[in-house]
């Protein structure tokens, strides 16, 4: 599932399945969050210490069109690293054959713990 | 699912199933933005006319608590009901026998749509 | 400026000024944002040892009706009070003689600073 | 003020001005928060019917460094326009001689009226 990781920047790849999809045939909203939050989180900890771990803080995600098709990818990239919080823009797609169309953008906060209560 | 239906608010209430915990053994974020989201969306259809569909345009979703127990409710309260638009508050709590414990506060809004472009 | 302070709930009242509004005579919507993040980042503060200061990390607002009248009021109430971490609910709301209508309502995150990096 | 203008994209420039600033020297976190939401309606604007007018239906920005220096930068930029709803991101910069720093990063939707109700 995890697509690509580079320092800062982390791609997931979710083939479609009967089980992830509306009413409508579409991928369901509540998956498309799901591998957003993720892209973002992945993102985030390829910056910080190993013994590290991360949590999200919030995420705020604007759904711009119906997300079909084969498979679905989610771009989680660090706008904004620090010691303590994390901030990425997560950006969701959909791909059908050759045409992309970009089903989500967000904006997400994370937080680095480390034996730390949040 | 559905555990409760008036006008302008609908609580969703899901058992917990290990196939939506995560590495911790709480529900994970994607699950409990899906149930989020559907909360409000349902919550904001309530006061909409019957031929009508209702979908998400936004959420933002603040997690406060790691949510964990027997089961976890979703509510969805409608904030302002318009023509077009509808902006409902967010709410996630989970249950561990008489304990609740609030998971997660959003904010939602969500477009009307009768056979109109978004 | 500062109407009510208890722990953890702080309002704002600011009076009507021709300077604040746009070109409908209605509060102008910077305003009205900067009221709300004062409100939320007060209630933190309320909560926190006297030695240390608090920054918005992020805010989200939705703008529910036109803001006008003699005066417009902001609450900010701690949702969720941590070490490091503060949640905040906001409301707005515009009275023009009895009649108070909600302009605004939003979400807020903050972070506790003593001498540390953000 | 208003530094750039193409279809679906403006640059808001504000000089610092001492009365924009709050306790630490720093241009106001209202005051950002205005000067991005403006950036972003006048870029929806760009795309839309000459009889419309927009609205700010809802945005979330978070703060990501002080903004000092001589002038501060907003841009925004239309995600998706739609014939009701248009997105935006937002970025707000601020300069100090040749240094740029980003200090806020957002997402804002609006709504095209054309005397219809929200």
């Given at each position: ?9 982390v ?28 892209a973002g989180g992945y993102a ?30 989610s771009i989680g990239r ?10 990425c823009?997560l ?28």
């Open positions: 599932m995890l697509h690509q990781v580079r320092r800062g920047l791609v997931i790849r979710m083939p479609f399945q009967p089980e992830l999809s509306q009413q409508h045939g579409y991928f369901h909203a509540g998956g498309l969050s799901a591998i957003a939050d993720s985030g900890f390829t910056l910080l210490p190993e013994d590290s771990s991360v949590l999200t803080v919030e995420f705020k995600l604007n759904l711009l069109n119906p997300a079909q098709g084969d498979f679905v990818e660090v706008v904004k690293g620090g010691r303590t919080l994390t901030v823009q950006g969701v797609f959909s791909s059908k054959g050759e045409r992309w169309v970009q089903a989500a953008i967000g904006q997400q906060t994370l937080i680095c713990m480390q034996n730390r209560e949040r």
